[in-house]
Protein backbone atom coordinates (compact mmCIF):
# COMPACT_ATOMS: atom_id res chain seq x y z
CA UNK A 1 0.00 0.00 0.00
CA UNK A 2 1.82 2.78 -1.51
CA UNK A 3 -0.16 5.87 0.24
CA UNK A 4 1.01 3.63 3.96
CA UNK A 5 4.29 3.89 3.53
CA UNK A 6 4.49 7.37 2.09
CA UNK A 7 2.31 7.99 5.46
CA UNK A 8 4.48 6.78 7.93
CA UNK A 9 7.47 8.77 6.54
CA UNK A 10 5.28 12.03 6.98
CA UNK A 11 4.61 10.80 10.41
CA UNK A 12 8.25 10.05 10.73
CA UNK A 13 9.22 13.72 9.80
CA UNK A 14 7.04 15.00 12.00
CA UNK A 15 8.31 13.03 15.03
CA UNK A 16 11.81 14.67 13.84
CA UNK A 17 10.14 17.94 14.80
CA UNK A 18 8.81 17.76 18.43
CA UNK A 19 10.78 16.93 21.28
CA UNK A 20 9.31 14.91 24.18
CA UNK A 21 6.82 13.01 21.73
CA UNK A 22 5.36 9.76 22.82
CA UNK A 23 3.57 8.65 19.76
CA UNK A 24 1.37 10.15 16.46
CA UNK A 25 -1.53 8.59 15.01
CA UNK A 26 -3.91 8.77 12.53
CA UNK A 27 -7.03 7.00 13.06
CA UNK A 28 -10.38 6.78 11.49
CA UNK A 29 -13.68 8.01 13.86
CA UNK A 30 -14.04 4.42 14.68
CA UNK A 31 -10.60 3.89 16.81
CA UNK A 32 -9.08 1.76 14.03
CA UNK A 33 -5.20 3.07 13.77
CA UNK A 34 -4.48 3.94 10.01
CA UNK A 35 -0.88 4.49 10.70
CA UNK A 36 1.09 5.31 13.91
CA UNK A 37 4.66 6.60 15.28
CA UNK A 38 5.79 5.77 17.93
CA UNK A 39 9.35 6.73 19.01
CA UNK A 40 11.81 4.01 20.62
CA UNK A 41 11.58 4.32 24.12
CA UNK A 42 8.08 5.60 24.66
CA UNK A 43 6.24 2.74 26.23
CA UNK A 44 2.61 4.44 24.61
CA UNK A 45 0.83 1.38 22.65
CA UNK A 46 -0.97 3.52 19.50
CA UNK A 47 -3.69 1.38 18.90
CA UNK A 48 -4.99 1.73 22.39
CA UNK A 49 -4.11 5.20 22.36
CA UNK A 50 -6.35 5.57 18.78
CA UNK A 51 -9.04 3.63 19.73
CA UNK A 52 -9.13 6.01 23.07
CA UNK A 53 -8.82 9.30 21.26
CA UNK A 54 -11.18 8.62 18.57
CA UNK A 55 -14.37 8.51 21.82
CA UNK A 56 -12.59 12.22 22.25
CA UNK A 57 -12.73 13.21 19.42
CA UNK A 58 -16.14 12.55 18.70
CA UNK A 59 -17.38 14.25 22.19
CA UNK A 60 -15.53 17.57 21.07
CA UNK A 61 -17.04 17.13 17.55
CA UNK A 62 -20.59 17.30 19.01
CA UNK A 63 -19.72 19.51 21.58
CA UNK A 64 -19.00 22.22 19.41
CA UNK A 65 -21.57 20.98 16.81
CA UNK A 66 -24.45 21.53 20.01
CA UNK A 67 -22.84 24.61 21.14
CA UNK A 68 -22.33 26.14 17.27
CA UNK A 69 -18.82 26.81 18.03
CA UNK A 70 -18.00 26.41 14.60
CA UNK A 71 -16.23 23.50 13.05
CA UNK A 72 -13.65 22.49 15.22
CA UNK A 73 -10.28 23.00 14.22
CA UNK A 74 -8.41 21.08 16.93
CA UNK A 75 -8.76 19.68 20.42
CA UNK A 76 -6.09 19.92 22.99
CA UNK A 77 -6.15 18.56 26.82
CA UNK A 78 -3.47 18.36 29.15
CA UNK A 79 -2.74 16.12 32.28
CA UNK A 80 0.11 16.11 34.72
CA UNK A 81 2.28 14.15 32.54
CA UNK A 82 1.24 14.97 29.09
CA UNK A 83 -0.78 16.72 26.78
CA UNK A 84 -2.49 15.48 23.30
CA UNK A 85 -3.69 17.88 20.62
CA UNK A 86 -6.34 15.60 18.05
CA UNK A 87 -6.76 17.51 14.63
CA UNK A 88 -9.68 16.25 12.60
CA UNK A 89 -8.85 15.29 8.86
CA UNK A 90 -12.37 15.63 7.32
CA UNK A 91 -15.00 13.99 9.10
CA UNK A 92 -14.01 10.15 8.96
CA UNK A 93 -10.48 10.49 10.53
CA UNK A 94 -8.18 12.14 12.74
CA UNK A 95 -3.97 13.32 13.60
CA UNK A 96 -3.09 13.02 17.30
CA UNK A 97 0.18 14.04 18.39
CA UNK A 98 1.09 13.03 22.18
CA UNK A 99 3.52 14.62 23.80
CA UNK A 100 5.26 14.69 27.63
CA UNK A 101 3.79 17.70 29.21
CA UNK A 102 7.37 19.33 28.59
CA UNK A 103 6.83 19.82 24.93
CA UNK A 104 6.49 23.33 23.63
CA UNK A 105 2.97 23.55 22.95
CA UNK A 106 3.41 26.47 20.30
CA UNK A 107 5.44 23.74 18.37
CA UNK A 108 3.11 20.63 18.82
CA UNK A 109 0.37 22.51 16.66
CA UNK A 110 2.26 24.37 13.95
CA UNK A 111 4.21 21.06 13.30
CA UNK A 112 0.38 19.30 13.31
CA UNK A 113 -1.52 22.19 11.51
CA UNK A 114 1.18 22.29 9.21
CA UNK A 115 1.15 18.52 8.26
CA UNK A 116 -2.18 18.40 8.02
CA UNK A 117 -3.11 18.74 4.51
CA UNK A 118 0.11 16.18 3.70
CA UNK A 119 -1.35 13.60 6.11
CA UNK A 120 -4.83 13.60 3.79
CA UNK A 121 -3.05 13.64 0.79
CA UNK A 122 -1.31 10.83 2.03
CA UNK A 123 -5.21 9.31 2.87
CA UNK A 124 -6.41 9.74 -0.91
CA UNK A 125 -8.66 12.63 0.91
CA UNK A 126 -6.61 15.91 0.05
CA UNK A 127 -6.91 18.66 -2.34
Known amino acids: MGAGGNLNSILE ?3 GQVDGLLCIAVAGSDGVAISSYVPSGSMLNAEL ?16 DKLKAGDLED ?10 LIRPLGQESYLA ?3 TRDAPLGIVRLVVKSYASRVEQALGRGS
Do not use: D, H
Open 49 to 64: AAAQLAAIFRIARTSA
Open 97 to 99: MVT
Open 75 to 84: NLFTSTAGQI
Open 13 to 15: EMA
